[in-house]
């Protein structure tokens, strides 16, 4: 099957402080994965923050990069210095362009601390 | 720009009760439409998929139904509650990346 681990269901993070939220997949259905992070704000709708499609490259948005890594099967979440307004719950997910099919992880809230 | 109107925001319901959640497309045309569910402290599973008009695909079993009567508009429903749907249901759609409408905060008591 195809699957996403977040190992960290919650994070707690000082402002300014640096951030890695990892997450793995394993998927025996997609040949060519893609991988996103999505995110929710506080009372606001899921977006995508960043979406990479082709191994060893790496995505960025608003501070936060991800590098899809074929070797370790991982997309790990970083931003070097977090601010308060990053608090949200963060989600990784694995997906397939040519059937639409989307898996997603769990979830990691984050939590950053003034 | 496209937009993604789900409703109701939120929804208080007894089980056995029946349930329908809709979700509205606007600026897209044939969209395809997806339904997900996350349970508490769970992931977001995809529960289903359209992509035309009449055709609904179902990806995981969960005593729900969706139907796409219109090009623009993905419902979800049921004719008996069960504790287990309680949860948060997004409708999204597809283009270069997956876009997702607010969602629908279901409570079964």
């Known amino acids: 099957g195809d699957s996403v681990t977040q190992t960290e269901g919650q994070v707690t993070v000082s402002e300014s402080k640096s951030l890695i939220i990892n997450c793995t997949y394993s998927t025996t259905s997609i040949a060519y994965p893609n991988l996103f992070w999505y995110v929710r704000y506080p009372g606001e709708g899921l977006q995508l923050l960043l979406k990479v499609i082709t191994a060893g490259q790496k995505g960025s948005s608003r501070g936060f990069e991800a590098t899809y890594n074929k070797e370790t099967t991982s997309f790990h979440l970083q931003k070097a210095s977090v601010q308060e307004s990053d608090s949200a719950v963060y989600y990784c997910?694995?997906?397939?362009?040519?059937?639409?099919?989307?898996?997603f992880g769990t979830g990691t809230r984050l939590q950053v601390s003034p | 720009a496209q937009t993604i109107h789900q409703w109701p925001v939120a929804e208080i319901k007894a089980v056995g009760s029946p349930l329908s959640l809709g979700c509205t497309i606007k600026?897209?045309?044939?969209?395809?439409l997806y339904w997900y569910w996350q349970a508490t402290g769970g992931t977001l599973q995809q529960l289903f998929y359209?992509?035309?008009?009449?055709?609904v695909e179902s990806v995981v079993q969960l005593n729900l139904s969706a139907s796409r009567p219109k090009d623009d508009q993905f419902i979800l429903s049921t004719e008996k509650l069960l504790l287990s749907h309680s949860g948060f249901y997004l409708c999204?759609?597809?283009?270069?990346?997956?876009?997702f409408g607010p969602g629908t905060r279901l409570t079964v008591l």
């Open positions: 600026g897209k045309s044939s969209p395809n």
């Open positions: 359209s992509i035309t008009v009449g055709q």
């Open positions: 997910a694995l997906g397939d362009s040519n059937t639409d099919k989307v898996v």
């Open positions: 999204a759609w597809t283009g270069f990346e997956q876009f």
